[in-house]
């Protein structure tokens, strides 16, 4: 068994590391500084320049595959360097990917919709979650009745991310009751924001401002579905399953970076005469932390290599996402602690990632749905206890 990265590996991970620490993270403070005035911590331009920097390093379209001029990496070199990103609050991602699901378009909608999201001139938002269904997926209710060449649509979508900055939504409708959403009941949709969908921001405790979506007979052509009909909710839980190593990946990196903040304190911050750090009670809340740190890294890990596997990273995934959004939480409060007053202050950004990072436990399936499908699938005898090497 080798724990260890290839030199190549090493290389992409180092310089996609030393891209965050020497073009991102300098904007900290002025992002700090915007945010803290209501405003965006980096204007659409500002990200697109970024981008664009990065890009001339190499990283672009990291899951992107090459024929549409990505990088192709694995899924363990795609979660190493989310893990870099994940070091800065400035809510930076590299250029050139699009939502995984859209590469089940054909060709036309290829065109249309996969490609200007892959180069960053069109915006896309992807809506499943409504107001009467969130873990609940399956009891969605928004309506696409045929109508001649068209679908009709109508219903609400909630706390859709970049819901009101996307150019088009790729909405999960019913489109046949009897059928029932698990029996093929659904498709996904490709809708234009000018086809006459309105969006509505809703605000949070952190720096995300997801949208609720309203559809009022909004027409969309039949040319527009992705996919085949009665797909949705198979490409629906596609979408959400990326998500579920990337998000822990990214977790990782903040909470290493603030363990680093709070190791530095200790071994400076006087009390009583000696350092905070000589104490054991902070010992105990630092040694805790690296180790629940390790522990999400390798689950995580082993999530994306099941990925590279091809192997079902359901259930590997869901272990990551469910721990490795506790630790990030666990060890962001200790942190905090560990700062005392300071750690609570505006001066610092430990209180942005606290609050930033209670969102990992909520989306994209909450803890409780993480240990549903955990339980149920060792309940149910799909999975062996000990995964792969049991
Ligand atoms: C900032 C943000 C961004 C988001 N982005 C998107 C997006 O881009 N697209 C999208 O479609 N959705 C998005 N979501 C929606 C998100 O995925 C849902 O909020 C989430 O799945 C939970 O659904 P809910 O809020 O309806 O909670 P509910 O399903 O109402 O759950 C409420 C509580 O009950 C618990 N619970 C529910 N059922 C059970 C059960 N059977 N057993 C035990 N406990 C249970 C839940 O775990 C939770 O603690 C986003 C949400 C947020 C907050």
């Known amino acids: 068994m080798d724990f260890s990265l290839s030199d190549e590996e090493r290389a992409i991970r180092d310089t996609a590391r030393q891209f965050i620490a020497k073009e991102v993270m300098p904007l900290e403070a002025e992002v700090l500084r915007r945010e803290r005035k209501g405003q965006k911590g980096l204007e659409r331009g500002e990200l697109v320049e970024l981008r664009q ?8 379209g990291l899951g992107t595959p090459e024929q549409y001029g990505g990088m192709e990496l694995p899924a363990l070199m ?9 070091r800065t609050y400035v809510p930076f991602s590299f250029g050139g990917e699009a939502d995984n699901i859209l590469y089940y378009a054909n060709e036309e909608q290829k065109r249309e919709f996969l490609l200007p999201t892959i180069e960053g001139d069109r915006i896309s938002c992807f809506a499943i979650t409504e107001p009467g269904a969130g873990s609940d997926a399956a009891n969605i209710k928004l309506s696409a009745r045929q109508d001649g060449d068209d679908w009709v649509l109508n ?57 609720s979506l309203i559809f009022d007979d909004v ?23 990326r998500g579920r190593y990337l998000i822990p990946s990214a977790a990782l990196g903040s909470a290493e970076r603030a363990l680093g903040m709070a190791i530095e304190y200790a071994n400076t911050r006087e009390t009583f005469g000696r350092k905070i750090g000589e104490n054991q009670a902070i010992q105990w809340m630092i040694a805790d932390s690296e180790v629940e740190l390790e522990a999400a890294r390798w689950l995580i890990l082993r999530a994306a290599w099941t990925v590279d596997q091809d192997l079902d990273p359901r259930h590997a995934s869901s272990m990551a996402k469910l721990y ?29 990632w606290y609050r930033a990072v209670r969102l990992i436990r909520i989306y994209e399936g909450t803890d409780e749905m993480q240990r549903l499908i955990i339980s149920r699938d060792l309940l149910r005898g799909y999975t062996k206890i000990g995964g792969h090497l049991a």
């Open 324 to 352: 490795g959004g506790g630790m990030v939480n666990r060890v962001i409060d200790r942190v905090m602690q560990i700062h005392g007053g300071m750690g609570y202050t505006r001066e610092l950004p430990i209180e942005r």
């Open 155 to 211: 219903g609400e979508k909630t706390f859709i991310t970049n819901g009101n900055d996307a150019d088009f939504c790729i909405v999960v409708a019913v489109t046949d009751k009897e059928k029932g959403v698990r029996g093929g009941g659904t498709t996904a949709f490709l809708v234009d924001r000018s086809m006459g969908w309105r969006s509505e921001v809703i605000e949070t405790m952190g720096d995300a401002r997801p949208a």
């Open 53 to 60: 920097k990065a890009k001339k390093f190499g990283y672009w």
């Open 78 to 86: 795609q979660s190493l360097i989310w893990t870099e990103v994940g």
């Open 219 to 241: 027409r969309v052509p039949a040319r527009n579905i992705l996919g085949e009909i009665g797909q949705g909710f198979e490409l629906g839980m596609k979408w959400i399953g």
